[in-house]
């Protein structure tokens, strides 16, 4: 099961923690990154989550990514009944390295209506209505139109709002047509209808939908981390918020929680340390007094959880921002596999149950075998430790 995410990050780091939330273990075996422009998916809002990403001209039934993507997004083949695919071998963008940048194979198919008459409608329903929506379209004419044909359409959502109008896709050239703030409801529909001066269908090359993934807290205010360090002498980077989730604060730290400022750190270990004198300080959430713990995904969490591979890939891309703090935006995928470690009996117990007794060897690895399971009715890859594994218990 994959979880794809684009965030922008408020510093120069960030941490990724798994909570156990009373459904099995949490576990992931791949964690991605990959850095992308930060003129790209501009939204007021931290985190967009995937929805869909299509390739909507497909030739084959295979996705695209890297290294056919540069920012590897993974474009999974979808067709329309009742249309026609149009190609090129020419090349797409063939001057252009900016923006969206969607893979040039896309971008080299384009479908569109056998009718010219017929709207093209993506149309989908929110599990929740409540949900926000951003919607990223991507066009490029893969055809060289006749002088006295034209090529012309507006989109539109819902029947209601008219997003663009009298657009017409460039030849051989990348545009992305995007909603400008989010959208929300019952349902959605965006249409891309031709005008009255239109003699063809509209076209579309691919489509990315993303909803909103709010956080409904601030992270810990940075000062008092810097003064935490500083006082304890901690030269690395610190693993995790020690107040976020207000749900799952860190075990003898204290904080307060006012309105939707950050959370102040107040004391450590039951002592204050003079980390937090301003009057935000003062109101002490009753939530902090009794704290569950949530472990940092890099730190033990082989004790809590199970052993799990944590493996970060980066590109390496800085962009300072006008105010002179460095901004990147990154997009984060993970992949969930558990790596069991001998001994751990209650964990050995449910994989016993998740693979079936050990039903099936999918392969070997540096680790040992790895065996087929079901977990929440998703498939999962399940690698068991093997005591004579050269990796060791890492």
Known sequence: MNKEIIHTPRSDHFHVCLVDKDRGPPFLSVLELRLLNNDTYETPYDSLMLNRRWDLGALGDRPVRYKDDVYDRIWNPLKFPNHRVLSTNLTIDPNNNIGFQPARAIMNTASTPIYASVDIIIYWIPETPSWKYYVYMHFADVQEIPSNETS????FWNDETNLYENFSPRFLYTDTLYTQSAVTGPSHEFRLQRTANSTLPPIINAVETYRVNEFLQPPTDQQDIMRIKSKYGVNKNWLGDPCAPVKYPWRDIDCSYVDNES????????????????ASCQTLDLKTQKSAYIVPLVASVVGVFGLVIAIALFLLYKKRHQSGLLERKILMRSLQVALVVPGMVRWTQKVVKVTNKFERVLGHGGFGKVYHGVFSDDQVAVKILSESSPQGYK
């Open 152 to 155: 012309e359409f507006s989109v």
């Open 263 to 278: 959370p102040r750190i107040i004391s450590v270990l039951g002592g204050n340390a003079d980390l937090c004198v301003s």
